[in-house]
């Protein structure tokens, strides 16, 4: 597995989207300040992946991926492996109840080609690739699919967690074979196990059912298969037989059928000349037809002198004027009597409505004259109240003065102070003006009710001025309508006189709708009677066609009742000689029956011989049963034959389950010991060993070789006369090359080992390289520039030691602010 790139939005200290671009960084470093947030990019890369990290303590640790204050967190991750290139996508969202849940998950293939830079446009699941997973459940599945590991190998193959390092080579023998009995996977020979003994379980079952079905398959032996064929070969001989005798049985019947149908003819025959009879009441409808016609004539008589009679009266009430324009005549006549008694009255209110808008105009005069002369007496007291307020200061300054003294007004000495009025003159002033106010205010309202009152009478006259113009000019029209009338009397007349000939024209109308009705009934009588007589003689044409093959007369078409008696004398005389030919008929039909009778019989004759029931059906019945009996005995012969090969094929079922029972029982024996384990940990910790002795003399420059033995892990010194030495004995830079070989061949074994192909791509170390002295950090440099220099995958440290990133040509530098981190990529 390798990252090519890691999106990140509210997840942890990253609260803001940070994207980090692994393309071409085969050798990195992660670089920063003490939790500004380098080792949150690891935990990045594995929650995208495996939904978990590490140092959080398990999946309950996943509020921990929330920013704080934050309610969504985004991680995707784009990388590659065994070629293929994935898109890994996580979503966290803390509910209303502060709950913190996974809410989305995905795994997409990315097709060949696809542009890296769509990604830029935002987070979303969606238009990325095939979907491998769409939720949480199904991520867990496919992604070790995809990576070729589950999370605990990732985490000590491809990202090894801070502090986490060294565990390995300093972990008990115990420790150790647990740890790789989970990386290896081998759990799976205990389910080996228990699947072999279900398997001889399942085995012993299948055995038990197919000793049952054996059983019931006993009859099923060669001598049941040849007596059944045997009995196939007779019913194919019966099945020949009969298919010979049935075409003489079907060519007796075809006799006997044809001298039937000469029967059933002649009976037809005789049957249809029967039905010629002579219907009643044939004689009477000529005569019927005549009367309908006869009274329909006289009805159309009194409907055209009816019709004669209305358009009479109807001329005279033409001739007679209109009755509607002499009611409106009367209606103006009216309404001129009512307009003349109307028209002084309109006049009266007039006159009143004069007199009484004079007199509210003149009233309003007066209160005006009396608000104007108000108004001047309040100016006036307000005069005399400014002249009140000068005295009284006046007086204020006289009652401090003495004689002689100097006068602070006209700055002259006083001979003589005046004497000190009584009371205030402005207090007088003041009851003046009030009083004056009040007048004004009564004087104000006075003029301004009368002068409304006076507004009202003016617009009440110009109303009624109105009214008495429409009157009359009303009155002027109605005089010019009746100018030329004859008279109210002369008029009246009239209209009674057209009264009279309407009443006239209504009777007139229904006696014509009463003739024409008479005349409708009569005209429907005689097509009754017509109908029926039609009727008659289509009764008579259906009765002489149903005999017409037999050459009957011809009929007479001026009277039905001559040609019916025709038609019955000739069909008696027909009938009689059809009578005589039937008796012959009949005793040819019942010879041909007994013929029919007797083939039959000799071919039932050969069911019985065979021993199968003869059918009592029709001809096809014969072979049908005969096919049906053949038929049977085959399936009979091939369901013997069937079961005997079925009764083989259990037989070598039976022995091959119980080979397999006896295989499992033992398989499932050797694996209940933990002796098949534990040879198993031993090779594996072999094959371990020697692969990261291989690697650390790569590292050391051929000094030092690892080795193994009883379960502890020892060093050997070939540049101190091959000195064997415990790993606890190592300095920080010899323990950290010892843990790295052990970590690459433990990562490169496995990909053989496990049960999963992983392809491992990179490496992540996320150690702290600060507690190092200067020399064993260059040797850790070194070592991890030999290992990048391999070029087999990318190499990739966290380290806040800024001699060993410098020594490092791609850095990724982290920040953090108050807000949020972020990533700077530097170098090349």
Not at 351 to 358: I, L
Not at 492 to 509: F, P, S
Not at 554 to 564: G, V, Y
Request: with cysteine.
């Amino acid at each position: 597995m390798r990252p090519l790139r890691l999106d990140m939005a509210g997840f942890t200290v990253f609260r803001d989207e940070t994207s980090v671009d692994f393309t071409d960084a085969d050798y990195f470093a992660l670089v920063g300040p003490t939790g500004s947030g380098k080792s949150t990019v690891l935990d990045g890369i594995c929650f995208a992946l495996y939904g978990t990290v590490p140092r959080w303590g398990g999946a309950r640790g996943i509020v921990n991926a929330l920013a704080p204050s934050a309610t969504e967190a985004r991680v995707r991750l784009v990388f590659e492996s065994a070629g293929d290139r994935y898109v890994a996508t996580r979503v966290v969202r803390r509910d209303g109840r502060g709950n913190v849940k996974t809410s989305g998950a995905g795994l997409q293939l990315m097709p060949a080609g696809f542009d890296v830079s769509r990604l830029d446009t935002g987070m979303s699941l969606d238009d990325l690739g095939e979907v491998l997973a769409g939720t949480p459940a199904e991520m867990d599945r496919a992604v070790i699919d995809a990576v070729g590991l589950p999370y605990e190998q990732f985490t000590s193959c491809v990202v090894l967690p801070q502090g986490q390092f060294a565990d390995f080579l300093h972990a008990k023998p115990a420790t150790r074979q647990q740890i790789l009995v989970n990386l290896l996977g081998l759990h799976v020979y205990e389910e080996v196990q228990q699947r072999a003994a279900g398997r001889a379980t399942t085995a012993e079952a299948k055995l038990g059912t197919i000793e049952q079905l054996l059983e019931g398959l006993a009859d099923a032996d060669d001598e049941a298969v040849t007596a059944a064929e045997a009995e196939l070969t007779r019913m194919r001989e019966l099945t020949a037989a009969v298919e010979a005798a049935v075409p003489g049985l079907r060519e007796i019947r075809q006799r006997e059928a044809t001298a039937a149908q000469g029967r059933d003819a002649l009976r037809a025959e005789v049957a249809t000349l029967t039905r010629v009879r002579t219907p009643d009441g044939s004689a009477r409808l000529l005569a019927a037809v005549a009367d309908a016609r006869e009274t329909a004539t006289a009805a159309a008589d009194a409907v055209r002198g009816a019709e004669e009679r209305e358009e009479k009266i109807r001329g005279e009430l033409t001739a007679a004027g209109d009755p509607g324009s002499l009611k409106l005549l009367l209606d103006r006549h009216a309404e001129l009597d009512r307009l003349t008694g109307q028209a002084e009255w309109f006049a009266g209110e007039v006159q009143v409505a004069e007199v009484e808008s004079k007199d509210a105009a003149a009233a309003v005069e007066l209160a005006h004259s009396a608000h104007v002369g108000a108004t001047q007496l309040l100016e006036q007291a307000r005069a005399d109240y400014t002249e009140a307020q000068k005295l009284d200061r006046a007086v204020a300054l006289r009652a401090h003065l003495r004689a002689g003294d100097h006068c602070p007004v006209c700055e002259q000495s006083v001979a003589d102070v005046p004497s000190m009025p009584e009371g205030s003159a402005v207090q007088a002033a003041e009851a003046t003006g009030k009083a004056a106010r009040a007048a004004s205010e009564v004087a104000e309202a006075a003029w301004k009710q009368r002068d409304a009152v006076a507004r009202k009478l003016e617009s009440n006259l110009e109303r009624k001025r109105a009214q008495l113009e429409h009157h009359m000019a009303r009155l002027a029209e109605v005089r010019t309508v009746v100018a030329d009338s004859p008279g109210v009397a002369a008029v009246e007349q009239r209209l009674a006189e057209l009264t009279r000939l309407q009443k006239r024209l209504e009777e007139a109308g229904v006696q014509v709708r009463t003739t024409r009705e008479a005349q409708r009934k009569a005209q429907r009588a005689v097509a009754a009677a017509e109908e029926e007589q039609r009727s008659a003689w289509r009764a008579f044409d259906t009765t002489r066609d149903a005999v017409a093959r037999y050459g009957p007369p011809p009929a007479d078409r001026d009277d039905l009742a001559r040609a019916w008696a025709t038609l019955v004398e000739w069909a008696a005389a027909e009938r009689a000689e059809r009578t005589q030919s039937l008796t012959a008929a009949e005793e040819a039909v019942a010879s041909a029956h007994d013929a029919v009778q007797a083939s039959f019989d000799a071919i039932a004759a050969l069911f019985v011989e065979a021993g199968v029931p003869a059918p009592r059906g029709d001809d096809s019945d014969l072979i049908r049963s005969a096919a049906v009996a053949a038929e049977r005995a085959g399936a009979g012969w091939q369901r013997l034959v069937d079961r005997r090969e079925q009764a083989r094929e259990l037989t070598e079922q039976r022995a091959g389950l119980a080979r397999e029972s006896r295989v499992a029982k033992s398989l499932a024996g050797h694996l209940r010991a933990n002796n098949f384990e534990r040879w198993l940990l031993e090779e594996a910790l072999d094959l371990l060993v020697d692969g990261a002795s291989g690697i650390l003399r790569d590292l050391t420059g051929g000094q030092y070789d690892l080795m193994h033995e009883k379960g502890d892990f020892w060093v050997v010194d070939h540049f101190d006369a091959d000195l064997r030495r415990g790993v606890r004995t190592l300095s920080g830079g010899e323990t950290f090359q010892a843990s790295l070989a052990l970590a690459l061949a433990l990562s490169e074994q496995l990909a053989g080992m496990s049960a999963t192909a992983a392809s491992l791509e990179s490496i992540m170390l996320d150690e702290g390289f600060g507690t190092l002295d200067a020399a064993t950090l260059d040797v850790v440099a070194a070592t991890l520039e030999n290992l990048a220099a391999r070029g087999d995958r990318m190499v990739g440290v966290v380290t806040h030691v800024q001699a060993l990133a410098e020594r490092i040509p791609v850095r990724f530098e982290v920040h953090k602010d108050a807000r949020t981190a972020y990533v700077e990529r530097v170098g090349l």
